[in-house]
């Protein structure tokens, strides 16, 4: 076997490292444009970052042969385009914004004079306000806000763009108050939280499959110009193999700060990009904006979420409520949809497969099907509940 062979099967069994990790591959990786990304349903592109209006995009959610174009479009935005996209007034409502914030704002008050101090990622400590797991705390303090708000079909065919059918919804709640510091760049989970020995124990092939397990968002809950500290954001850098690595390195941070872009986001815009992106939540220099996010991280189905939730117990609260305006026609089965794939586990797996065997040969019924099911059957809310809670008992051990 020659020597150049050698070399070539070793490159190809070698494990990333960070050493190896070079800023010149990183550069050349961002100014590639030989393959870009075809936009037909963008209004515009701002530093390099497209921006759909969601006010023209109600008809193409409503055509399925335009949807999946469109959804198309995105995921080929978020994989090898810049990684980022805007949508302009997915909330064209402000009230369920506005409700939300409210709600948060009440959790932010009672966790503080618990003397609950929440820590953030690549940040210090105290510097923001931080509500862990505000998917399940906003569904069970204001079932009929968690459901006006997750009744939105762009959050859906935004996570279907990336996901596929079968997604998990978690969030949590980001205030930067005047005078809060920037995060340092990142990536984000999974291999975004690991430490740089652990990442490197990884193959190669984990890295490039790791964000395709999580879409990254953010719900504008305030107008957030740009002295506010909207994220920041450095296009295109998700598509450089070793990115989990590189991003802790001083030279990439160097680069990251000197070119990083900022939008300003207007309350209602929400903002979805890839894990593998670099980016950081920047500094506010304002006198006065509290800049408030509602930070989306969804998960495939097929990988596990960061945070745990009492799914079972969300839907008990939430179940009356979407089935009350379904009577009233509230709400739209779309609409009620929507809100159970935010809400109910969308993965009938793992189960235990003596007590509920598959159905047809295949999987068993997920929490999110009996959800639906029920809900169309218009079962009342203690039968739902002893249903949801008898499922639960039959998957356990």
């Known amino acids: 076997m020659d020597q150049a062979h050698l070399h070539s099967n070793e490159k190809r069994r070698r494990q990333y490292?960070?050493?190896?990790?070079?800023?010149h591959d990183f550069l050349a990786v961002l100014q590639d444009r030989s393959d870009d990304v075809q936009?037909?349903?963008a209004r515009e592109i701002c530093e390099q970052v497209p921006i759909y209006d969601c006010a023209e995009l109600g008809r193409v959610l409503d055509d399925a042969v335009a949807r999946a174009d469109l959804q198309a479009e995105w995921a080929e935005v978020l994989?090898?385009?810049?990684?980022?996209?805007?949508?302009?007034?997915?909330?064209?409502?402000?009230?369920?914004?506005d409700d939300a914030t409210?709600?948060?704002?009440?959790?932010?008050?009672?966790?503080?004079?618990?003397?609950?101090?929440?820590?953030d990622h690549f940040a210090k400590a105290g510097a923001n306000d931080r509500i862990w797991n505000a998917q399940q705390k906003l569904c069970l303090r204001a079932p009929s806000v968690f459901a006006r708000y997750y009744a939105n079909p762009m959050l859906v065919a935004a996570a279907q763009a990336w996901l596929g059918p079968c997604f998990q919804m978690t969030s949590q709640v980001n205030v930067v108050r005047p005078g809060g510091d920037a995060q340092q760049a990142h990536r984000d989970y999974h291999l975004g939280f690991q430490v740089a020995a652990e990442a490197e124990r990884y193959p190669p092939h984990v890295h490039a499959m790791s964000p395709f397990l999580t879409l990254q968002g953010a719900v504008a809950h305030s107008d957030m110009p740009v002295a506010s500290g909207p994220t920041k954001l450095l296009p295109f850098s998700q598509r450089y193999a070793e990115g989990y690595l590189a991003w802790r390195r001083q030279d990439f941070r160097d680069h990251f700060?000197?070119?990083y872009v900022q939008l300003?986001?207007?309350?209602?815009?929400?903002?979805?990009f890839s894990p593998a992106l670099f980016h950081a939540a920047g500094a506010n220099r304002t006198a006065g904006v509290q800049r408030m996010a509602n930070l989306l991280q969804i998960s495939s189905a097929y990988g596990r979420a960061m945070e745990s939730l009492n799914r079972a117990r969300m839907c008990e609260v939430l179940y009356p409520v979407l089935?009350?305006?379904?009577?009233?026609?509230?709400?739209?089965?779309?609409?009620?949809?929507?809100?159970?794939?935010?809400c109910a586990e969308v993965y009938p797996f793992p189960a235990n497969l003596d007590n509920v065997p598959p159905a047809g040969g295949l999987a068993p019924e997920s929490q999110q099907m009996l959800f639906a099911r029920t809900l169309r059957e218009s079962w009342k809310a203690?039968?739902?509940?002893?249903?949801i809670r008898r499922q639960a008992a039959l998957q356990e051990a």
Request: charged share 30%; with cysteine; proline share 6%.
């Open 323 to 342: 089935l009350d305006k379904l009577a009233a026609s509230k709400i739209s089965e779309a609409e009620a949809d929507a809100v159970i794939a935010s």
């Open 102 to 119: 409210a709600v948060f704002e009440a959790i932010i008050r009672d966790e503080r004079e618990a003397g609950g101090a929440a820590a």
């Open 17 to 23: 490292r960070e050493q190896d990790c070079s800023l």
């Open 39 to 41: 936009l037909e349903y």
């Open 264 to 272: 300003p986001i207007e309350k209602g815009d929400v903002i979805f």
């Open 257 to 259: 700060e000197a070119n």
């Open 79 to 97: 994989h090898r385009g810049p990684g980022v996209l805007v949508l302009k007034r997915a909330f064209p409502d402000p009230t369920p914004i």
């Open 382 to 387: 203690d039968i739902f509940t002893s249903a």
